[in-house]
């Protein structure tokens, strides 16, 4: 097992990205102001324009970082599964060590939703991820041969939006589970006849 580098053998532009990450998800894009980014980072300013140009572009690395951590976790469970159902249902199996885990404050995205204005960069990559949550329902829904797909996939993001939400604010970890039992439910209503 290999050690992390050390702070100092980090690059300017890691250590940026993991400040940013870590304060952006915990205290909201707008609320952290370059700043402190700077500061806890130890990074030199010249460094934050000279990597990311600015605070913009820094939102969009620490929501593509975000995006990508999702989309690993998620995947990691759904590639394991070969029959729609058990796709979709290791959707939520997916959330379960992510709602467990002491820093989950809730979904990137959600927060990022509420912050954003329209065609900012917020707005942007979180109209990016939408896509690939109801892209991610869409295909194993589709290939299940499910009755009305299209309101079965809604109702399947709703699911990972509630359990999001109810793990964040009621510090539940158990919310996977309960979305992954609802969405058991759901499946067994839309199954072909």
């Known amino acids: 097992m290999t050690s992390s580098p050390s702070p100092s053998r980090r690059s300017a532009r890691e250590r940026l990205l993991e400040t940013a990450d870590r304060l952006f998800y915990a205290e909201g894009i707008h609320t952290v102001g370059i700043d402190r980014i700077l500061e806890e980072s130890g990074v030199a300013k010249g460094s934050?324009?000279?990597n990311f140009g600015g605070k913009d572009d820094l939102v969009r690395a620490y929501l593509l970082r975000q995006h990508s951590g999702w989309v690993a976790a998620?995947?990691?469970r759904t590639a394991q599964q070969t029959e729609p159902r058990?796709?979709?249902l290791a959707v939520f199996d997916?959330?379960?060590p992510i709602f467990a885990s002491p820093t989950f404050v809730g979904c990137a995205f959600h927060h990022a939703a509420?912050?954003?204005h329209a065609g900012s960069t917020e707005d942007l990559a979180v109209k990016e991820f939408r896509t690939w949550l109801y892209e991610l329902f869409?295909?194993?829904?589709?290939?299940g041969g499910y009755d009305n797909p299209q309101r079965l996939v809604a109702q399947l993001v709703q699911l990972f939006d509630g359990a999001n939400m109810t793990a964040a604010a009621d510090h539940d970890p158990h919310a996977a589970g309960h979305a992954r039992a609802a969405a058991e439910v759901l499946l067994a209503a839309a199954s072909p006849s």
Request: negative net charge; glycine residues 0%; hydrophobic residues 60%.
């Open 94 to 96: 997916a959330l379960i």
């Open 114 to 116: 509420a912050e954003a």
């Open 74 to 76: 998620i995947t990691a």
């Open 48 to 50: 934050l324009y000279y």
């Open 138 to 143: 869409a295909a194993p829904v589709e290939q």
């Open 86 to 88: 058990a796709k979709i």
